[in-house]
């Protein structure tokens, strides 16, 4: 049966936006190279503590002890998947919360492979756009290099589906965001076209779902508050940018100055 989305009402969003920079999670970013920066300066804006640990040995450590891990497969090698591993499986064990972003998963092997392997590991969050949701639902092959191919709507119900069969909870992302857990699902409206023209917005989404994965209560709301931080940001930087280099700096400033207070469609 389908099931229908909910929305992410203001008074459910706005505590779930203070909670999380009050707590200000540590976040284990293992991440691509193209998008570091932007990537820790999108947890800083939020208030939250990124730390792009690499090495196997020191991953593996520091997972231990952060409060979520990220694993973005964007620009693997067979050496970064070696210490990703080492990282999700100290994670696994230390109860830290994982969060997989397959970037461009489909028709490259060593990546498809490895997220394939990822899957059964537990991942407290899967983000993806919808070309990559579909591909590791093995329903297509994958986007256009890291772009999508698809509208998120299109991946929903493998969304669903990868949900359920891996007892995870999964978010496509496009121009709407769907968090679903299989069961319940949140859309989540707004933002804007302009975060498609910065690079690394989704992988910046994808660092605070893991750390959104860390605070207490409802995980699904929790990471659709997430997805609802950044569209309410990049929706009013948008309003004042006039191209995509003024749109990442508005952006950093509405994360910043973001209330959570008004509300959301
Ligand atoms: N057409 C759109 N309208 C509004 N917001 C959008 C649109 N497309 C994407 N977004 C937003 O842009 C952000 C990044 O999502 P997207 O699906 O582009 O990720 P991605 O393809 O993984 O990006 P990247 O790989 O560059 O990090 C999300 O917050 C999403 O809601
Ligand atoms: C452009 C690009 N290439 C590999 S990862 C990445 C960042 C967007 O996913
Ligand atoms: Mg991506």
């Not at 200000?24 to 300066?41: I, R």
């Not at 070696?82 to 092997?109: H, I, K, N, Y």
């Not at 969304?159 to 359920?164: D, M, P, S, V, Y």
């Amino acid at each position: 049966m389908i099931q229908p989305s909910q929305h992410l009402s203001a008074a459910q969003f706005a505590p779930l936006l203070h909670t999380f920079r009050r707590q200000s999670p540590l976040v284990h970013c293992m991440t691509n190279d193209v998008v570091q920066n932007f990537t820790a300066n999108v947890l800083l804006a939020l208030n939250a503590s990124p730390a792009m640990v690499i090495d196997a040995d020191e991953a593996a450590q520091f997972s231990g002890f952060a409060d979520a891990l990220l694993i973005n497969v964007g620009t693997l090698t067979r050496e970064r998947q070696r210490a990703m591993q080492a990282a999700v499986s100290a994670a696994r064990e230390a109860g830290t919360p994982w969060t997989l972003d397959p970037v461009a998963v489909g028709a490259l092997t060593l990546r498809s492979d490895f997220c394939q392997q990822l899957l059964s590991q537990q991942p407290a969050v899967i983000r993806g756009n919808a070309s990559e949701i579909l591909a590791l639902a093995q329903q297509a092959s994958g986007g256009r290099g890291v772009d999508t191919l698809h509208p998120a709507v299109a991946a929903l119900d493998a969304a669903r589906q990868l949900a359920k069969e891996w007892n995870t909870r999964v978010i496509v992302t496009g121009e709407v965001d769907y968090a679903t857990d299989g069961q319940r699902t949140f859309a989540i409206r707004g933002g804007s076209p302009m975060l498609t023209r910065v690079v690394g917005t989704g992988c910046a989404l994808s660092a605070v779902v893991a750390g959104f994965s860390a605070l207490p209560g409802d995980g699904l709301l929790n990471i659709a508050a997430a997805c609802q931080v950044m569209a309410t940001a990049g929706e009013k930087a948008a309003g004042q940018a006039t191209g995509p280099g003024s749109f990442a700096t508005a952006f950093l400033d509405a994360l910043w100055t973001l209330e959570g207070d008004h509300e959301t469609h």
